[in-house]
């Protein structure tokens, strides 16, 4: 059998982090992002005998989990027992103790036997016992910085509106504002479940109605700029995708008695352009080429949500950083097989930033009023290229001595290799610096490391 247990001292009392664990999205904010593990159905709360039922993959295997609450002291501890599952045997106590000055000694302890008897043990004890380290390292790592956020931004419960829930960093960001607290309502184009708002950007239809009782909006919609050549079709689809859904939220904000009071816009530091050495913020003047015009025009789009006094705020997101999607995620298979190296001389400057300031970037936009206007969310220390793609390749332990000419990208990819991939792109955090916001991870390497699940490594 395998043990392991990891404690840390919160400054939050015992209730309030045992409510923490209790509320919708928990569980979403506590897998990390290697793994890929799905709920089947809504987490049914924390009570002796609910099971939560999800789906957990390894490699081509794909399993069902089965677990059960129990021992459950409401504000102190409960347990969940594996009931079905790929495990001999699992059982996870989470436990919550008074510790020091109102805080909290937050304890996982997790026992666990390896399927097959004493063969499984031999053969994948030693990993298993590395993974669930790694496991209980994040989860105790976000719901530190989470329970951190929420106190700083110190607001009671809101109902916000997100377009785009279902996407990568939608799916990133419900989970936070859940666990804060707030109520999600969902815009979707199809099919709305019980909650949910149907609105059509393609028919200019979106009920002002339906948003009666909504105190913020985020608007994360629209189609990617990835996925190979920028034809002329390829173009005015991302154009519209982004102007025509802000465009309907902004004029619908406008006809209300009581819109809500801040919308949230998705954008890019693609404003810029490819600007070499020069350092950005969000002052700076737009630069050339198809992203920049796609983002002026994203951005202008919501005029009308502003000239009817609702804060607006456009969240430029550099590259994302996420094993499930984002800039990241394409990288990994490459960097993994050894065959990743840097882009063109990788001299370009790369501004990313690790989709756990992604979301907390959003979540202060929505509740602190100072922010207003365009928003650069990007890590306060951008790399180069070439360092970008050593760090990677240090955190995964593979070498990065190849390289794709920059002529090569160009002649596959054509003006998006050139806009998207060796562009320079240099651009400093200004607004969120000087409104205080604490990141996360303001380093690549410990932002990677946290990730991938590599924060243990020597």
Known sequence: MIAVERSTFLPSPPDLVYRWHTRPGAFERLVPPWESVDLLEAHPGIANGTRARFTIRKGPFRFTWIAEHRDVEPGRQFRDVQIEGPFA???HLHRFEPAGDGGTKMTDRIELAAPGGGLGQAVAGNSLQRTVEQTLAYRHATVAADLALHQRLGVGPQTIAITGATGFIGRALSPLLTTGGHRVVRLVRRDPKPGDVLWDPAADRLDPRSLEGVDAIVHLAGESIAGGRWTEEKKRRVIDSRSRGTSLLARTLAQMDRPPAVLVCASAIGFYGDRGEDEMAEGSPRGKGFLADVVSAWEESSAPARAAGVRTVSTRFGLVLSPRGGGLAPMLIPFRLGLGGRLGDG??????????????????????????GPVNAVAPWPERNRDFTAKLGRVLHRPTVLAVPGVVLRAALGAFAQEGLLASTRVRPEALLTTGYRFRYPELEPALRHLLGQELSG
């Open 347 to 372: 001299n370009q400057w790369v501004s990313w930033i690790g989709i756990d300031d992604v979301i907390g970037i959003v979540a202060t936009a929505l509740f602190d009023q100072r922010l207003e």
């Open 89 to 91: 045997r699992w059982n």
